[in-house]
T-cell receptor, first 113, second 113 residues
Framework: SQQGEEDPQALSIQEGENATMNCSYKTSINNLQWYRQNSGRGLVHLIL???NEREKHSGRLRVTLDTSKKSSSLLITASRAADTASYFCATDAGAGNNRKLIWGLGTSLAVNP | NAGVMQNPRHLVRRRGQEARLRCSPMKGHSHVYWYRQLPEEGLKFMVY????????ESGMPKERFSAEFPKEGPSILRIQQVVRGDSAAYFC???????????FGPGTRLTVT
């Protein structure tokens, strides 16, 4: 069953602008992860934020987590054409031995040069 | 350290044939996950395995699909009597026991003619 829902479904911006994507989920989580997928390729892990963290940075990426609203946002600053990809959030709501991730449908980001 | 390996990268089968997809996890990873992705869609979880053990197969169709992760060798996703609707990209991911980040292979694109 789908847990994360990304918003917007598609986003088109100019190079140099910031891109913000949101993810909402339904149940309590252990952590939330963001991944990127270039067209036709496998997914690449970007960043993991734990349920007791509120904000995390990695290079031009900034992720926030609001567990009271069950939502997360991914901000890409100073975007580049190479950031064009689909971005997925995934939540780890597993318990015990079952650590599967639940995936959203993704946000398709187009960065125009 | 080699990443997650999947083979074949492309597989064409006629309706009714069997498809075998292989996944070699990253060195040191004992958890394997299989996902299916249709064009322009998100990832759909299929099955989660540890060595010699299926942890969660709730996303895998009961008929025609099976998965294994033996003590030695790669994980295998097997689809018997393939139908056109099985055409999709199948991604494998692996993670270290107790570590939640998943590392993805490049995928196998199955086409059923």
């Amino acid at each position: 069953s789908q847990q994360g829902e990304e918003d917007p479904q598609a986003l088109s911006i100019q190079e140099g602008e910031n891109a913000t994507m949101n993810c909402s989920y339904k149940t309590s989580i252990n952590n939330l992860q963001w991944y990127r997928q270039n067209s036709g390729r496998g997914l690449v892990h970007l960043i993991l934020i734990r349920s007791n963290e509120r904000e995390k940075h990695s290079g031009r990426l900034r992720v926030t987590l609001d567990t009271s609203k069950k939502s997360s946002s991914l901000l890409i600053t100073a975007s580049r054409a190479a950031d064009t990809a689909s971005y997925f959030c995934a939540t780890d709501a597993g318990a015990g031995n079952n650590r599967k991730l639940i995936w959203g449908l993704g946000t398709s980001l187009a960065v125009n040069p | 350290n080699a990443g997650v390996m999947q083979n074949p990268r492309h597989l064409v089968r006629r309706r009714g044939q069997e498809a075998r997809l292989r996944c070699s996890p990253m060195k040191g990873h004992s958890h394997v996950y299989w996902y299916r992705q249709l064009p322009e869609e998100g990832l759909k979880f299929m099955v989660y395995l540890q060595k010699e053990n299926i942890i969660d197969e709730s996303g895998m169709p009961k008929e025609r699909f099976s998965a294994e992760f033996p003590k030695e060798g790669p994980s295998i996703l097997r689809i018997q009597q393939v139908v056109r609707g099985d055409s999709a990209a199948y991604f494998c991911a692996s993670s270290r026991a107790g570590n939640y980040e998943q590392y993805f292979g490049p995928g196998t694109r199955l086409t059923v003619t």
